[in-house]
Nanobody, 123 residues
Framework: QVQLVVSGGGLVQAGGSLRLSCAAS????????MGWFRQAPGKEREFVAA????????YYTDSVKGRFTISRDNAKNTVYLQMNSLKPEDTAVYYC????????????????WGQGTQVTVSS
């Protein structure tokens, strides 16, 4: 069982940066794929980024490539999402999630979810 606690959301102007953190409890954290998802009002929850358990495989949705970076520190049981050059269209509730096995980009395949944090980007 894994418990995820997310922090780092907030309000930022377009072009600014935020870093989201997701702290996990669980003895097998290092073997979990970790992902970030987001959901804007009236929209489906969408994939943002994922990282394999080893940190060697990284995946991003096209709209954030070159601006967002996912990373993990298994010794600290924490995954991060560094968000640079933020745009108003990045405004959403961001969720951290974990799953066993191979890395995927499908929300239903993830087993554990954090509470979500609001990111608002003003123009």
């Amino acid at each position: 069982q894994v418990q995820l606690v997310v922090s780092g959301g907030g309000l930022v102007q377009a072009g600014g940066s935020l870093r989201l953190s997701c702290a996990a409890s669980g003895r097998t954290f290092s073997r979990y794929t970790m992902g970030w998802f987001r959901q804007a009002p009236g929209k489906e929850r969408e994939f943002v980024a994922a990282i394999s358990w080893s940190g060697g495989r990284l995946y991003y949705t096209d709209s954030v490539k070159g601006r967002f970076t996912i990373s993990r520190d298994n010794a600290k049981n924490t995954v991060y999402l560094q968000m640079n050059s933020l745009k108003p269209e990045d405004t959403a509730v961001y969720y951290c999630a974990a799953k066993e096995g191979i890395t995927t980009m499908t929300p239903p395949s993830y087993d554990y979810w954090g509470q979500g944090t609001q990111v608002t980007v003003s123009s």
